[in-house]
């Protein structure tokens, strides 16, 4: 399972970072999980400054952070996966102004190598 | 657990057993494991089977589906090659459990007794014993088309509708489990909730199922416009149960999608001669 993104070339040309965070069990408070994703143990030193609910195209979940660590400005993207839950991290001086377009075309690739039918133990 | 067909002889060795036959090592061995993790496809475990050095492949069988005679999914393939120009062929045995799988390997290196070699082997197979017995089983049926297929864990899977979650149908298959008196009452009192049976249900009514299989759907109103529908089906032994969760809008379309798979579910398998299999219990630790 993960989250497939398509990134813009002209964001990495602009000094824009993406991370992506592979899609997990939803921790008990994806909150602490959020802050602790971008600042490790330092808790402290990360804010959630603002947060807001939008939709992908598909019709997927996902909140949109803007998370302050130390000086630097970070925009989270958490997506909900059903009992899933993955992330993208983009940072960098400038906000990209499609940021958001970009980021409701993300998606969630379910394959897997698990045999989810009896049938395909046969194939 | 095997047992060693006549003549043959077997040795432990490296956590499995390895068999010989009456001609010698020259002719041809098979190597047997058990409590292989995780379950894979036979198509996977083919692939990534250690290969004789200089293996040179030239045919790949179909893959047959056999039963053990106990009861368990099985599968069997061979291929057909060269070591260093001599012809070979390397046979590849399965047998299913929940979460994990019993494999035999071989490589014959005598063309014209490829086939005999092959039909041990698949003997073997066929009478492996694990005495995994009645118990809490996945069953085997056709996906419905276009969903997309998840693992919730060993037993249960669910099957997402194809414009999830627009549509957020859901159909989830469980596990079938032995035949107990009230488990259908059981179950759908717990869907139904508090609610009473009256206000919750919707037309029950008899399904389509192969042979050997009977039962009945079970439509129920949920809160805000959805609804569950429960497609019970029984045989001698095993009881099995999908559940579908859509929305009102949706329902119709969904709830075809779950008749498509309740039609193509398979009744588990019954056990076979179980006098041959008990023979195989033991016999590869007191010969």
Partial sequence: MDLVLAIPDRWIDNGVSVQIVAPQPIPFDPRAWLIQTLAGERRQVAQIIAARRLETRDGWIFDLHLVRVESQVHVVAIYHLRD???????????????LEEVLAAARPDWRTDDIVALDDLWR | MISTPPGWTSVHRDGGLVLVPPEGAGYGVLRYVERVRPLAAVSTIMATARAPLGWREEHVSPIERLITEEGEYAGF?????????????????????DDFYARLTGVCFKSDHFARFRDTARDIIRRDAHVLGVRRRRFVYRAPRGWTGLRDNVFHASWLAPSYPRDRSVIVVMPAVPVVPGLREVVLEGVIGGTSPEEALLEPRAIEAREQLAGETFRIRGP??????LAILTDARYFYCVRLD????????????LFELTSTIEPLPDRGRIETSRSAIMTHWVD
Avoid: M, Y
């Fill in chain 1, 84 to 98: 899933h839950l993955a992330a993208v991290i983009v940072s960098g001086e400038r906000r990209p102004p499609d």
């Fill in chain 2, 246 to 257: 859509t929305q009102n809008a949706r329902s119709e379309e969904a709830r075809a999608a």
């Fill in chain 2, 77 to 97: 393939a061979w291929k057909t090659g060269a070591i260093d120009d001599t012809p070979c062929e390397r046979t590849f045995g399965i047998v299913f459990g």
């Fill in chain 2, 224 to 229: 805000n416009d959805t609804e569950t529908t």
